[in-house]
């Protein structure tokens, strides 16, 4: 049995919504046992405690939150392989994508002790409150169902 941890920075809900979406689609294998989680309420042990490992942020000046920023800062100098690293942000369009390559680039710096992330989505929001464009929620639970297929290929 694998468990997984979703994590979000919960300000004004889209990146909270599209958690819980990636979360389903996750809980549809039965091999993984999935949480979701707040990262004001989480502690760095307590998302170390899972093999997969999926961290949400809203797109705040093209890279994460500052609560995000931090906790990923947290991971750098732990032993971080056998963990998968699983990335999405949530974006207004112009800038969509810069905040998952940013929060990678972050738990990397300077730590040899990273796997490879597997995958990285980015969500457009319509405005900087929401709501998420249609359909993008359905992209995130595929992206939980995603995780589950890949865990199948790689057992
Ligand atoms: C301080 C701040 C900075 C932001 N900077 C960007 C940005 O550079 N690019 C962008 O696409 N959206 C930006 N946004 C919009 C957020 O991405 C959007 O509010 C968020 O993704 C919505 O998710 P949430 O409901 O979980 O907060 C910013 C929002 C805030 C509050």
């Known amino acids: ?8 920075d919960p300000w004004y809900g889209c990146t909270q919504a599209a958690a819980e979406e990636v979360a389903r689609g996750l809980s549809e294998d039965s091999r993984v046992v999935t949480v979701v989680a707040n990262v004001k309420s989480v502690t760095v042990r307590q998302v170390l405690g899972h093999e997969i490992i999926v961290v ?10 500052p609560r995000i920023r931090r906790l990923l800062e947290a991971m750098r100098a732990v032993d971080l392989r056998g963990r998968r690293f699983v990335f999405f942000d949530i974006s207004v369009a112009p800038s969509h994508g810069r905040a998952v390559g940013r929060m990678e680039g972050i738990l990397r710096h300077e730590n040899p002790f990273v796997s490879p992330s597997f995958m990285g989505l980015s969500v457009i929001a319509a405005r900087p409150r929401g709501p998420i464009l249609p359909g993008e929620l359905s992209r995130c639970r595929e992206l939980g169902r995603s995780i589950g297929n890949h865990l199948a290929l790689s057992a």
């Not at 049995?1 to 979000?8: D, G, K, L, Q």
């Not at 949400?56 to 939150?65: L, W």
């Open 1 to 8: 049995m694998t468990t997984a941890i979703v994590v979000y």
């Open 56 to 65: 949400g942020s809203p797109n705040h000046r093209g890279g994460p939150s």
